[in-house]
C-alpha cells in the first residue's frame, strides 16, 4: 500500500501542478507551479476539465503537461486513479518514522506557496489523511485536501525554511 501512495503522489507531483483547497469564499484557488523565475497559475476548473474529458484550454496547463515527461492520457489516469486504503494504517505509517521520512522527501520541492519547507511535510501529511477518511485515497483527492497552497519548483529544493 505504502509503495502505492508514493507512486499516486509521485505521478501528481510529476505534472507539476500543485493544487490547494477551497477557500473560505467557497472557490478553488488557481493550481500554481513555478520553473525557474517565473510563477504559471491555471484555474483550478481548466485543470479539472483536463481531468475529465482531457480538454486543455490553458497554455500554462498544456505547457506543464509537455513537460511533465508524462503522456496525457497517463497523467489524467494517474492523478484520478483511486486506491482503496485503510485510514488507521495510513495514519500509522505517515506518524512513524519511516512516514516522516516519506514526507520529508516527498516535500523536497513540492512545498507550501508561501512558507515553503516550514509547514510541508504537516501539511502534506494532513491532505493525505483528510483524502484517506472514506478510503480512499487518490493524487488529485490529496491535492484537493492541501490546506495551504503548495507548488512545485523543478529547480531543486528551496531551501525556505
Sequence with gaps: ??????????????????????????????????????????????????????????????????????????????????YAVDLAGVSQFLYSDAGEAFLQDQTRSYVPYWRQKMTAAMALRAAIIADAKDGLLSSIGIMKQLPVSFRLSDNGSTGGR
Design 1 to 82: 500500500m505504502i509503495n502505492r501512495v508514493a507512486a499516486a503522489l509521485l505521478l501528481g507531483v510529476s505534472l507539476s501542478v500543485i493544487a490547494d483547497p477551497f477557500s473560505k469564499a467557497n472557490t478553488q484557488p488557481p493550481v500554481r507551479w513555478n520553473t525557474g523565475g517565473s510563477v504559471n497559475t491555471t484555474t483550478y476548473s481548466e485543470l479539472e476539465s483536463f481531468l475529465v474529458d482531457g480538454v486543455v484550454t490553458d497554455r500554462a496547463l498544456q505547457d506543464a503537461i509537455r513537460m511533465s515527461g508524462w503522456s496525457t492520457e497517463e497523467l489524467r489516469f494517474g492523478l484520478n486513479k483511486v
